[in-house]
Structure formats: C-alpha cells, structure tokens
Nanobody, 121 residues
Framework: QVQLVESGGGLVQPGESLRLSCAAS????????MAWYRQAPGKQRELVAR???????YYPDSMKGRFTISRDNAKNTVYLQMNNLKPEDTAVYSC???????????????WGQGTQVTVSS
C-alpha cells in the first residue's frame, strides 16, 4: 500500500506565500505523474498543476504565474510553491500521484488527505 502525506497548509494573509509538500511512502516502485488539485467550498475540484517524471510541468491558464510545482524523485515528494496568495485561493489542496507499487505491479492513482489553505486578512 501507498500513503500520501501532505503538509504546509495554514492561514496566511493576502500577498503572502506558502509551500505545500506531499510525500509518498510504502511500497513505491516508481511515480509517474504528480499533481496538485484544489477544491473550494461549493466549487468543483480543479487542477492547479501537474508534473511528469521528466519534470515537464503543466499549469491551467488560470494558475499560471503564482504557482510553481516541483518534485524530488529521490524523496518521492512533490511541492507546490504558492506566491502572492489571494482570498480566492482559499481551498483544500490535495496531491495526486500515479504510483507503481511492488505489491500489484500496476500503476495506481493515489490521493493525499488534503490540506487546508486559508487566505484572509
């Protein structure tokens, strides 16, 4: 089994920065795509950013400019640097990984439990 554990969320004021981390542990053989999603109250979950094993990244147009995704393959960890945060960035942020495990030998989709980010003055 694989567990994704997120950290770094919290309460910040508008204009401040946060860095989220998500580490995979367990029977991890390889990780392909890593991504961050967010879901605000009353809204659908949306993609913030994703990054491939080759570290090629993708951001939806609405997320370009203030968010930066990165990964450390040796640590099975994905990061999300968020700058100049705005109240509309308030949401639960969840990490996603496409993981190959030693138990199944297949690629599985794994999700973190989510971490709350609140931007408020």
């Amino acid at each position: 089994q694989v567990q994704l554990v997120e950290s770094g969320g919290g309460l910040v004021q508008p204009g401040e920065s946060l860095r989220l981390s998500c580490a995979a542990s367990g029977q991890v053989v390889a990780i392909h795509t890593m991504a961050w999603y967010r879901q605000a109250p009353g809204k659908q979950r949306e993609l913030v950013a994703r990054i491939g094993h080759d570290e090629s990244s993708y951001y939806p147009d609405s997320m370009k400019g203030r968010f930066t995704i990165s990964r450390d393959n040796a640590k099975n960890t994905v990061y999300l640097q968020m700058n100049n945060l705005k109240p509309e960035d308030t949401a639960v942020y969840s990490c996603f990984m496409n993981v190959k495990t030693s138990s199944s030998g297949f690629w599985d989709s794994e999700w973190g439990q989510g971490t709350q980010v609140t931007v408020s003055s």
